[in-house]
């Protein structure tokens, strides 16, 4: 949700400039692998680190961070046991703008994905990252489908042959 979060501050016709981050096409076109999954990877380790101290916490500023606790807090007190029908989207929306500055701060710059992840993500920064209130002025292109590595080498295998 925090892809595509809104502001009232952003230009008409643009209220999603200051969503999280941005989520383009890599070079060749295609769509990242994990995408999604990467900034997850990122909430939640940054979650785990908490709003203690400066020096272990994600957030550039420990306010925010609290803030984003007590929200996440409440709605895990309100939907323990409920089913996705019966939550209140607007309710994990408006948690989802408490995660803007910590997508757009100074650690999510900075991030690396750790190399036990494995390819395609592992040791990779975190892709799309803007900083503070830096205007994102265009829309999420539509990607291709990532290709599988494993597929796109030289090879005289296709993903739809049989070996035997």
């Known amino acids: 949700l925090v892809r ?15 969503r999280g981050y941005y989520r383009g096409c ?13 900034w997850a990877y990122f909430m939640n380790d940054a979650f785990q680190k908490g709003c203690l101290s400066k020096e272990t916490s994600y957030w550039d500023n420990l306010s925010e961070c609290k803030k984003f606790e007590i929200a996440y807090k409440a709605l895990m007190d309100k939907n323990v046991g409920s089913t996705i029908q019966d939550q209140h989207l607007k309710d994990w929306k408006k948690a989802a703008t408490l995660l803007v ?3 757009r701060g100074k650690k999510a710059q900075q991030y690396v994905l750790p190399e ?4 395609p993500m592992g040791g990779q920064k ?10 994102i002025t265009e829309e999420d292109p539509k ?10 080498t030289s090879t005289s295998v296709s993903p739809t042959s049989s070996s035997y």
Request: with cysteine.
């Open 116 to 119: 036990a992840l494995g390819s």
């Open 143 to 152: 990607c291709a489908a990532p290709k599988c590595p494993a597929w796109s």
């Open 126 to 135: 975190l892709p799309g990252c803007r900083k503070g209130k830096e205007h």
């Open 101 to 103: 500055p910590l997508c």
């Open 4 to 18: 595509k979060v809104k502001d009232d501050n952003c230009p008409p016709g643009n209220n999603k400039c200051l």
């Open 26 to 38: 890599q070079d060749d076109g295609s769509m990242t692998p994990f995408y999604e999954f990467r």
